[in-house]
């Protein structure tokens, strides 16, 4: 991805969140910061929808990527994408330049990714659970982690189909607080770095 791009989709993304934090209500906080995380945004048409840290990254790429010739509709001709196959550079091609900007950094910060949303476990108590057996398990294939999970945390027999279910529906939810906590850790972390001023 170009200088070019990667400096328009900064300042194009910093105009934006600065726009969206002024001008639209606020529809989620980060539980860990106590900042705004999701804006009500009405679009042209009227619609009300969602927007994060992560859209407006994604419209900002989009728009910068457009604006210096690139087109992320279109899918790279086969000579675009085969190494030697140019002889000189055509249209380029962009399909997914916001995941290009940030894998690299994300990928290196993965485990403190984890850490950060993950705490030390309290609040996922039953996802703990599961861990804790399934780390002891010689064979995952033939331990009933669920039915053990449900036995420890709620008592009884192994495997009630009652407390499993329980125990089921109670790590789901705990998995989709996980996920929103590690989306919202990792959104910040792209934040702090759009943030950060660039050296050469």
Known sequence: MSDD?????VL??????????????????????????AWQYVRKDGETIIVTRKTLQYWA???????????????PEPVDVAPGAQITRGIPHADKLSTLAVTPYLSGQSETIFRTAWGDGSEFPVLSTILGIAKQADDLGRTSVLGRTAQDLYGG???????VQRARDA???EW???TASLDAVRDELIYRSAELPHTD
């Not at 027999?157 to 407390?163: D, I, N």
């Open 171 to 173: 790590a789901t939810k």
């Open 157 to 163: 027999p192994r495997h009630s189909s009652s407390k």
């Open 12 to 37: 194009i993304f910093a105009k934006r969140l600065r726009e969206i934090i002024a001008t639209c209500e606020v529809s989620a906080v980060s539980v860990e910061t106590r900042e705004a995380c």
């Open 176 to 178: 989709r607080e996980l």
């Open 61 to 75: 790429v989009r728009d910068a990527a457009a604006r210096n010739g690139y087109r992320l509709d279109v899918k």
């Open 5 to 9: 791009v990667t400096q328009d989709a």
